[in-house]
């Protein structure tokens, strides 16, 4: 019996150490065919931005496959971008695709391939969740639901000269 008791105590243990990862932002994986999408977020804006930024990550387990679109109804365009540099200054361009390696990820983060949400129709505020629609050019159409959340890494200031 004080096997049984142990047992059940480090179960709950487990159970609540885990419990704040599972509401930890991209604990949803989402599959169509053998892509895996996770670690889905969307920055959180302030109040009456134009833009926003949302990232991801496709884990792709078969054949090479491009993402080639993305909609939601929280913004009138959805574009898929890419950072780049102009010698010392970043800068941001719209791109028709994003490789999905064989085997390999493609990672929408931050500093790099991103979607770009245009023309917003709401606020995109902290807590939030929005639906995006994934198009890729081989498995088809995806619908997921992103959680909005707070990056701490940017200003504010540094927001509106993104």
């Not at 096997?3 to 509401?23: A, K, V």
């Not at 959805?78 to 028709?96: K, N, S, W, Y």
Request: charged content about 20%; aromatic content about 6%.
């Amino acid at each position: 019996m004080k096997t049984q008791n142990r047992l059940t105590i480090i179960s709950l243990i487990g159970t609540i150490c885990i419990f704040p990862l599972q509401i930890h932002a991209g604990s949803q994986i989402w599959t169509i065919g053998k892509l895996e999408i996770s670690n889905a977020w969307i920055r959180s804006t302030p109040p009456n931005a134009k833009n926003g930024v949302g990232y991801l990550t496709i884990s792709n387990h078969g054949e090479p496959d491009q993402l080639i679109r993305a909609e939601t109804a929280v913004s009138k365009t959805t574009e898929l971008h890419a950072h780049t540099f102009d010698g010392d200054v970043m800068r941001m361009r719209q791109i028709p695709f994003i490789n999905i390696p064989m085997d390999g990820n493609a990672d929408l983060k931050p500093g790099g391939f991103h979607l770009m949400f245009s023309d917003l129709k709401q606020n995109l505020n902290t807590g939030d969740t929005v639906q995006v629609t994934l198009y890729f050019s081989k498995k088809g159409i995806i619908t997921i639901k992103m959680p909005v959340l707070k990056d701490k890494k940017m200003t504010h200031s540094q927001y509106h000269k993104h």
